[in-house]
Nanobody
Framework: QVQLRESGGGTVQAGGSMRLSCTVS?????????AGWFRQIPGKEREGVAI???????TYAASVQGRFTISRNNADLTLYLQMDNLKPEDTATYYC?????????????????WGRGTQVTVSQ
């Protein structure tokens, strides 16, 4: 049974840091081609934040490039998102997602499995 579970959300002041984690079960290292982080605020579409392929190549949204770092632990298939220099506009519900097959883009479309999300709030 596939399950993705996010943790690490909360409230932080602008300029601060936070790390999100996502435990993935039901996949193997070889069956998960790509994993990523997405975020959504009420009334807006879900947007891509960062993705990482199984060769560890990351892709970032322009809005987080240089501030966020995505990584994965292939031993236990845990996905991470290190967020530094956070801004109030980063406030959103953050979701992790996994995709089995090529290709993989910074778009929610095509991702096969999703977590339930974790709230990140950045205060002024």
């Amino acid at each position: 049974q596939v399950q993705l579970r996010e943790s690490g959300g909360g409230t932080v002041q602008a300029g601060g840091s936070m790390r999100l984690s996502c435990t993935v079960s039901g996949y193997s290292l070889y069956s998960m081609y790509c994993a990523g982080w997405f975020r959504q605020i009420p009334g807006k579409e879900r947007e891509g934040v960062a993705i990482i392929k199984n060769d560890d190549r990351p892709t970032y949204a322009a809005s987080v490039q240089g501030r966020f770092t995505i990584s994965r632990n292939n031993a236990d298939l845990t996905l991470y998102l290190q967020m530094d220099n956070l801004k109030p506009e980063d406030t959103a519900t953050y979701y992790c997602a996994a995709r089995r097959n090529y290709p993989c883009w910074l778009s929610p479309a095509g991702f096969d499995d999703w977590g339930r999300g974790t709230q990140v709030t950045v205060s002024q």
